[in-house]
């Protein structure tokens, strides 16, 4: 028996959509679980109740709303509510896809780079256009820091331009990046369970209670990962939103 | 560091894939570019489809609900605390007026005290008075009684001693003597 880790990162087209230019564009599993995602948000926020006093799935509802509104209104303050649907759409699409990226046999739309780069350059996009939409040409001010000496200025908006170009990458990569090595690892250990079994017989299967017990706990951390990591990619969102909306800090 | 780190897995793991058959041509699936166009065709749809369902129907849709709710417990805080106010004022009133009976009640007694006090005063006044008139009364009867009297004891004595010196001295003594010597024994 042999453990294949990356297998479940798979890319399998389900049926073809078209073309463009000399790309096969498909509908994949990868494209299964987006549109599942979708469906479940859209579920939660408009199959609950609108009750005065919400039931369990109002609840939920409601504290997703809350709990993305309070994360802007503390980062990027009370302008920043102009991006809520936004924010809001990122962070649930990740919590949610994520969420049900920890269940055996599904797919993790954010294990893969490409669709990480593509929500963090919606993001850069987002935040240099609306930066110099609405502060025109005050917006560099970000790039230069205020109460720096003189003479290392030139170096500090040297390093400040590239951490701004760099931002995509590093969020983009921090979320791929957890989001596989953490299903890679829960594979792995499951693996060695199973592996020690059938090889060893009635000692594998003994001596496999100690790689289940890593896999029960790093699949709760796993869970928690999933969610903070949405969390995180959201935030940083809402941070990078705040400099085009207050630039010069 | 982490993209290379993932890249050298990928080698490793495409030779897997390979190895059991693969059809995907031996990349790393995560760097296998080929599927990259699908990706971003079906990411793009979905997150355009969600971006509407949250920002036209699901936001406004649970706010409007979150928001309700607010209005609802501040209307009811708020009327709330108009009841209370009325409440505090409905006493503070009936505590007014309890206090304003009171001192009516007070400043009827003591008026009604203090006229009967007056009407009893003046009675004792007119009683005494009247007692006062009487005694008078009766003490100039007792002193006119009392002179009367005086004065028949003067005859009385005038004559008994007039009888007294006939039978002593057999003369019969002269009146005005008889009577100076009374008078003068009388105020001796």
Not at chain 2, 56 to 78: S, W, Y
Request: proline share 3%; glycine share 8%; hydrophobic share 50%.
């Amino acid at each position: 028996m042999k453990i294949d880790p990356i297998h479940q990162f798979n890319i399998e087209p389900l049926f073809t959509l078209g073309h463009i230019g000399n790309h096969t564009i498909a509908f994949t599993n990868s494209s299964l679980y987006m549109f599942i995602a979708v469906l479940l948000i859209a579920l939660l926020m408009l199959a609950s109740g609108r009750d005065l006093v919400p039931g369990r799935l109002q609840s939920v509802a409601e504290i997703s709303y809350e709990f993305v509104a309070t994360t802007i209104r503390s980062t990027a303050g009370s302008e920043g509510m102009k991006f809520f649907p936004l924010i809001f759409s990122i962070f649930m699409f990740l919590c949610v896809s994520n969420l049900v990226g920890v269940i055996p046999y599904t797919f993790t739309i954010s294990s893969h780079l490409i669709v990480t780069a593509a929500l963090a350059l919606l993001v850069f996009f987002t935040v240099l256009f609306y930066g110099l939409y609405k502060n025109g040409l005050k917006f560099f001010k970000i790039f230069v820091p205020s109460g720096v000496p003189i003479y290392i200025l030139p170096l500090v908006m040297f390093i400040e331009v590239l951490s701004f170009f760099l931002r995509p990458v590093s969020h983009s990569v921090r979320l791929f990046a957890n989001m596989l090595a953490g299903h890679i690892a829960l594979k792995v250990f499951a693996g060695f369970v199973a592996m020690l079994g059938f090889s060893l017989g009635a000692l594998g299967w003994v001596g496999g209670v100690l790689p289940l017990a890593l896999t029960i706990a790093l699949y709760a951390l796993e869970l928690l990962v999933a969610f903070l990591q949405a969390y995180v990619f959201a935030i940083l969102t809402c941070i990078y939103l705040n400099d085009a909306i207050h630039p010069g800090h | 560091m982490a993209e290379s780190h993932g890249e050298a897995k990928g080698q490793n793991a495409g030779a897997h894939t390979e190895a059991e058959g693969g059809h995907h041509g031996g990349a790393f699936p995560p760097f296998d570019s080929s599927n990259y166009a699908s990706q971003l065709v079906s990411l793009a749809i979905a997150f355009v489809a969600l971006y509407l369902i949250v920002s036209r129907i699901a936001l406004p849709r649970v706010g409007g609900t979150i928001d309700a709710r607010q209005n609802k417990i501040e209307g009811d805080l708020a009327e709330a605390q108009k009841l209370k106010d009325e409440s505090d004022a409905a006493l503070k009133a009936y505590e007014t007026e309890l206090a304003n009976a009171r001192a009516n009640a007070q400043a009827i007694g003591n008026e009604t005290r203090e006229k009967l006090n007056a009407a009893s005063e003046a009675e004792r006044k007119a009683l005494e008075e009247k007692l006062a008139a009487k005694l008078a009364d009766a003490e100039k009867q007792i002193a006119t009684t009392r002179t009367n009297a005086m004065s028949n004891v003067r005859g009385i004595a005038a004559d008994a001693a007039g009888a007294i010196v006939q039978q002593l001295a057999g003369v019969t003594p002269d009146a005005n003597a008889v009577n100076s010597a009374v008078d003068a024994s009388l105020k001796g």
